[in-house]
């Protein structure tokens, strides 16, 4: 695995938003976003595939949106009405469509809801 670097991350009030962004190396055009709360296993939040479809973990749709730019090594997630459940480590990641596994992560980055 090769990691990168994610950015936006922060402390916010409950209700509050962030964007979270990544870069990948390259053309990358299935991507995901995954997070890990303490003492809670790794899980999925979204991903999106190179025509534009999304899945979403049921508790952030309609709150969060995963987008990614044209050249698709830009990956992004808008998370709107956050809530204290929502805090944890945020990880990125990026593989070719037809490869089984991620092959970039990012490093993680903390997202803490107060309130």
């Known amino acids: 695995q090769m990691q990168v670097a994610e950015s936006g991350g922060g402390s916010v009030q409950a209700g509050g938003s962030l964007r979270l962004s990544c870069e990948f190396p390259?053309?990358?055009?299935?991507m995901g976003w995954f997070r890990q709360a303490p003492g809670k296993e790794r899980e999925g939040v979204a991903n999106?595939?190179?025509?534009?479809?999304?899945w979403y973990r049921g508790s952030v749709k309609g709150r969060f949106t995963i987008s990614q730019d044209n050249t698709k090594n830009n990956l992004y997630l808008l998370m709107n009405g956050l809530k204290p459940e929502d805090t944890g480590m945020y990880f990125c990641?990026?593989?070719?469509?037809?490869?089984?596994?991620?092959?970039?992560w990012g490093q993680g980055i903390q997202v803490t809801v107060s309130g």
């Open positions: 390259g053309y990358n055009p299935c």
């Open positions: 999106i595939v190179s025509d534009g479809g999304t």
């Open positions: 990641a990026a593989r070719q469509c037809y490869e089984s596994s991620y092959k970039y």
